[in-house]
């Protein structure tokens, strides 16, 4: 049995895992593979998919649901297009972490002009900034509410009149979430929702009342016809589409948000405290600001590093090397890591103090 803690692609249901296969085989007589994605089945799957998003996430009216390509990576870009609303487009990005700073480039890429309203770089983004001041009248704020990298998480939504935007790939589907107060919300299925290949975006329909976009707009980019088509403007990325469906079907099962959100608590509460009581490890984040998702740790002793590796390598443990970024560990707990896993985890921590503390 392997624990897998890798901070993604990652771990899903497994019964989503065996349902996906089956129709990779057999889908109402075709692989799930080939079907067309005009045919009714998949037309079917897609209404689903997006449905589900809105009941699982408690979407108000007056929002849409895409699936579209291209990773929360193209969604810097696609995100900032939409929201120019004025012919020298200004926006306000906080910076915590290196997935901040790709949204940054991109914005400044088109042509916006970024401020930077608040950064944790001073301290290799291992806090959130707190009481952020926005007294500038910018197009839109933008923020990213987990940082997968450095292991810290939003608890609050940023606090602004402005149109916000939000890079929520690692934590989105981990917590409830007032969508009410976002213009866009984007992220990259595979953390929490799906395989690799879908892009989810939330999208409040009235912000193209004053959108005038880029001069740089290809079609593609254009949310407002994805809109139109109903995400079915060129091909979609029909298995990441339709496992995803399968794992909001399971997500409602197990009892929705509300019995993620219990469970991700439970699994973070057990392993920060076993961090923080362990002498041999310390954590890179402190207090409020941790996150839920990724958390990252460090050895107080560099040179016990072999050992423990082998100790949770021998555990079957996958996916626990921290990113070069912050060094040490780093184990990601998305919404399929059962509290086994976690649990796992935890002995192998207090059995490596027990030997070498
Ligand atoms: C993983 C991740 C990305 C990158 O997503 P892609 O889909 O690979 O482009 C961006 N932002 C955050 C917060 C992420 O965790």
Not at 144 to 173: A, E, H, K
Not at 261 to 280: G, T, V
Request: aromatic letters at 10%; hydrophobic letters at 40%.
């Amino acid at each position: 049995m392997k624990h897998n803690f890798g901070a993604g692609p990652c771990i899903l249901p497994k019964s989503v895992f065996e349902e996906a296969s089956k129709s990779v085989i057999n889908f109402n007589g075709l692989s799930i593979l080939e079907i067309s994605h005009r045919s009714q089945d998949f037309v079917d799957i897609m209404d689903e998919a997006q449905s589900l998003v809105k009941k699982t996430l408690n979407v108000p009216e007056g929002y849409s649901i895409l699936f579209i390509q291209g990773g929360a990576s193209l969604g810097f870009t696609i995100s900032a297009l939409n929201m120019i609303s004025s012919s020298k487009p200004t926006a306000g990005y906080i910076n915590t972490g290196t997935w901040s700073q790709g949204a940054i480039n991109e914005a400044k890429n088109i042509g916006i002009k970024v401020s930077t309203i608040a950064s944790s770089e001073d301290k290799n983004f291992n806090y959130i900034p707190k009481n952020i001041n926005i007294t500038e009248n910018f197009d839109f704020i933008h923020y990213t509410s987990n940082n997968t990298i450095f292991g810290t998480q939003f608890q609050d939504i940023v606090n602004t009149n402005l149109p916000l935007v939000c890079d929520m790939s690692s934590d989105i589907f981990s917590k409830k979430i007032d969508i009410s107060k976002f213009d866009i919300i984007y992220a990259g299925a595979q953390k929490n929702l799906g395989p690799a290949g879908a892009t989810l975006f939330i999208v409040k329909n009235n912000i193209f009342d004053n959108s005038v976009g880029g001069e740089f707009m290809p079609k593609y980019l254009n949310l407002k016809n994805h809109i139109d088509k109903k995400s079915m403007l060129n091909t979609p990325p029909v298995f990441s589409i339709y496992t995803s469906m399968l794992n909001l079907r399971y997500m409602n099962k197990i009892g929705g948000i509300d019995t993620i959100e219990s469970n991700n608590n439970l699994k973070a509460l057990k392993l920060y405290e076993e961090i923080d009581s362990n002498p041999l490890f310390n954590s890179t984040v402190k207090g409020i600001d941790r996150s839920k998702m990724n958390v990252t740790f460090l050895l107080t002793n560099e040179s016990l590093k072999e050992t423990f590796d082998k100790m949770w390598n021998e555990a079957g443990i996958i996916g626990l090397k921290g990113h070069r970024s912050v060094g040490g560990y780093r184990a990601s707990m998305y919404n399929a890591l059962p509290l086994e896993s976690v649990k796992i985890l935890i002995e192998v921590m207090k059995e490596f103090s027990k030997k070498n503390g």
